[in-house]
């Protein structure tokens, strides 16, 4: 298949899809652990759409047959998980952390593990309510983020089974998850709380060997044994008892699979014409926190990105086009709905560099130290458990590294962390950078992006522009 | 008091719009108002030295993680945990002796006296019997009550009596949910227009007063006692919390309970259903701090206790 670079509609995918050569579908088969000869995943987006998730009619799609890997791969989870329970295996949901204990998680042989975090996304992918209106019966109303999601999703399980444990984070966190996890106990799921901690700005003696965040040595030796408690957890569940070695062993993976989605961000993010589109790498940065329930398919997936960016970039092949180089925006909190990425990139921009919480999942996880150590100092580097300056500081120094000429805001109505971070990571931004900022609420909006939200995602893109044409 | 200081704690509503210029609208009321007296200096922040910011929910956590910044005073940060286990007990105990260290070494104070702590945490303890006992009574009018307590918490009152009514009410309500600060006195308020009883088990209530007696002074004793007498709706999990609640409705004999949240109180607004499912009348109020608000609860909780008075008629 060596078509041009493009754009896919689902519907174009579904034609387009008997193209695909066998030997690479053939490749595309999971849960290979759990069941003889695995279970294929290579649907299209028009297929997976028909099983529930409308918006993917809406959107378009890298013409590569690696991004419709990657799209397939993730869309499947949830038949993973069903068959996976099926078949014996242990399904631990994971929630708050957004990378940590998926490290420890995946020590463990006979589970699958998910974070049920990203059940936030449901409700827009499905362009249904459902998740959200019975998490509203079980209290959790719309004061709080899309985050209820979980919960809805806990009382229906009809996005994954029940859970044979759920991993919650809790203490340094947002009050929305905080208040969703209780309620999720409430239920009657088996829940393990752990206790996240939060760096002290200004430091009590010691800095992240990656991240450079300030922590005292009593904090990390208390989120350590945290962890450790965590571990604990897994193997009453599991009935596994876990080993320094099997903890090594994952701390490797994670570490390999982190090293794949940090490169495809410097090749992509840094790319004056992207190799791939920002839908695509909102997708293969979320495979980083828990490779999406399948250790091994995930490496072939983003390995196989991660060619065809390389290829790309070689031959000087983009899905952008035009004589100038798209706009470069920097955005901020995963947007809810995804159909915003293509719209900024229909207006002549590409994202170029994100802070979706979750980049402290891209950061090496030190391999001289015990692995729970490494894996709690990792966790003082999750910019979330930060202050709001201090996640300003980071986003500040990702602009400038990857050059953006703008910086979105899609915000959360209802998170509890929105009303601090967005007011003091607009002021730094302008103040240190001088780049225009555009700050909003996402809104649920099935069945069409929203007027206001386009109308003021085109001002600004038209800001940008102008900026950039002054500049020239 | 340990360590020669005069503590103060900011439960005391300042001007709202003034912390709103900072921060978004969608924040709990309760910290836009403490931010405003905050940045404008009044209702007693502006005599503030130094914070020690204990966070419990993430709110607060980003109001102390910035206040040093928006305050330009000194702040000691402690994370109160949220989960109940020995090594979370254990990491606060080690918390709170870092953040004296860490308050002598900036200068603020000479030195920590035990003898001094412990006294004043007897004096403490001695006073909240008091209050908790008149407050069981329901002998006490609900406004002077609600100022009893506040000066319990904010101004560090401690009362070794306090003048009982001849007179007990008819309806007895029992209030709990988001903190009540000085300045936020609807439900007593209504309350004591109706003549009803009125019983604060919030965190500026009897769940806040103090029970454990600590074995010495020693910060990590006092420490210990705190962790161990918190019955925060933020403790993972929370079930005690919930059952400590329903237990002092019925022990007091309340006729209802009035869970009373802020907007945008993630952590009590959840649990309505939870607290609509116990065994007597409740009645879920949410409402910010503005005077708009004050006649939508007064008519709510008026309409409330009427209902309670026709059931036990």
Redesign the interface.
């Known amino acids: 298949m060596h078509d041009p670079v493009r754009k896919l509609t689902a519907l174009e995918w579904e034609s387009r899809k008997l193209k695909i050569p066998d030997e690479f579908a053939a490749q595309c088969r999971s849960l290979r652990g759990f069941i003889p000869g695995g279970v294929e995943y290579l649907f299209t987006p028009w297929e997976y759409s028909c099983r529930g998730d409308l918006l993917l009619r809406r959107l378009r799609f890298d013409s590569s047959p690696e991004a419709l890997r990657l799209w397939a791969f993730l869309f499947s989870e949830k038949d993973r998980l069903f068959l996976a329970k099926n078949s014996g295996a242990r399904i631990i949901a994971l929630m708050k952390d957004l990378g940590q204990t998926a490290v420890l998680a995946y020590a463990f042989p006979g589970q699958l593990s998910f974070y049920a975090d990203e059940l936030w996304w449901a409700p827009c992918f499905a362009e249904s309510t459902h998740l959200l209106d019975a998490a509203s ?5 719309e ?2 983020c899309y985050v209820r999601a979980v919960l809805g999703a806990m009382k229906t399980l009809d996005y994954f089974p029940r859970p044979d444990l759920c991993v ?1 984070g ?7 998850f ?6 999720v ?2 239920l009657g799921m088996p ?1 393990h ?3 996240m ?2 760096p ?2 200004g430091g ?1 003696g010691s800095v992240t060997p990656f991240g450079g965040v300030p922590f ?1 040595e ?2 990390l030796a ?1 989120v350590r ?2 962890l450790a ?1 965590v571990v604990s957890a897994l193997e009453t569940t599991t009935g596994v008892r876990c080993s320094e070695e099997m903890l090594r062993g994952s701390v490797a993976l994670f570490n390999r699979l982190r090293t794949i989605v940090r490169d495809l961000r410097e090749l992509v993010y840094g790319a004056d014409y992207p190799p791939l589109p920002g839908l695509e790498m909102y997708l293969a940065e979320f495979i980083a926190i828990h490779t999406c329930s399948e250790p091994d398919q995930c490496f072939p997936v983003l390995e196989g990105l991660a060619r065809v960016a390389k290829e790309r970039l070689a031959q000087g092949l983009s899905p952008f086009k035009g004589e100038e180089p798209p706009l470069r925006i920097y955005w901020v909190y995963p947007p809810t709905d995804a159909s915003l990425i293509p719209l900024l990139e229909d207006m002549g921009g590409c994202v170029a560099g994100t802070d979706y919480f979750i980049n402290h999942a891209f950061l090496p996880l030190r391999e001289d130290t015990d692995p729970l150590t490494a894996v709690a100092e990792n966790c003082f580097d999750d910019r979330l458990l930060c ?3 201090m996640r300003a500081d980071a986003i500040v120094r990702d602009i400038r590294h990857f050059r953006a000429e703008g910086v979105l805001l899609s915000g959360i ?2 998170a ?9 990571i607009s002021e730094r931004v302008r103040d240190e950078l001088g780049l225009p900022v555009l700050s909003f609420d996402v809104p649920y909006s099935p069945g069409r992006v929203s007027e206001q939200v386009r109308s003021r995602i085109e001002a600004f893109m038209d800001i940008v522009r102008q900026r950039r044409e002054r500049r020239a | 008091m340990g360590l020669g200081l005069q503590p103060w704690r900011g439960v005391v509503a300042g001007p709202e719009r003034a912390g709103e210029a900072l921060v978004r609208p969608d924040l709990c009321p309760f910290v836009k108002s403490v931010l405003g007296g905050i940045v404008t200096c009044s209702e007693g922040f502006g005599s503030v030295d130094a914070w020690a910011g204990m966070y419990t929910c993430d709110m607060t956590r980003r109001l102390f993680q910035e206040l040093e910044r928006l305050s330009g005073k000194k702040v000691f940060l402690l994370q109160f945990p949220a989960t109940r286990t020995a090594e979370s007990a254990g990491w606060f105990c080690d918390s709170v002796e870092n953040l004296a260290l860490e308050v002598v070494k900036a200068g603020f104070s000479s030195g920590y006296d035990p003898v001094a702590a412990l006294a004043w945490e007897t004096e403490r303890l001695r006073g909240a019997a008091v209050l908790r006992a008149a407050a069981l009574s329901f002998r006490v009018p609900p406004l002077i009550l609600q100022e009893l307590f506040l000066g319990f918490f904010a101004g560090n009152t401690f009362p070794r009596e306090v003048a009982l009514e001849s007179r007990t009410p008819g309806v007895r309500i029992a209030v709990t949910g988001s903190v009540m600060a000085r300045g936020d006195d609807v439900v007593p308020g209504t309350l004591a227009e109706l003549g009803a009883g009125y019983l604060p088990l919030g965190c500026t209530g009897l769940s806040g007063l103090p029970s454990t007696v600590p074995a010495d002074g020693s910060i990590r004793e006092l420490a210990l006692a705190s962790f161990n007498d918190a019955r925060c709706i933020r403790n993972r999990p929370n079930h005690g919390v919930l059952e400590w609640i329903a237990g002092q409705v019925v022990d007091s004999g309340c006729h209802g309970l009035v869970l009373k949240t802020l907007s945008f109180c993630d952590l009590w607004h959840t649990e309505k259903e939870r607290f609509r499912r116990m065994p007597f009348p409740v009645l879920v109020l949410s409402s910010d701090l503005s005077p708009g608000e004050r006649g939508r609860s007064s008519v709510r909780l008026q309409a409330f206790v009427e209902t309670l008075e026709a059931r036990n008629a």
């Open positions: 019966d079980l209290g959790a109303t004061e709080l919650a809790v203490g340094a966190c947002c009050d929305d905080s208040a969703v996890m209780q309620l106990e409430g829940v709380w752990w206790e901690t939060a002290v700005p009590r005292s009593k904090d208390f044994g945290q408690g202050s709001p300056a109505f209802g509890s962390h929105c009303p601090w971070d967005d007011r003091i």
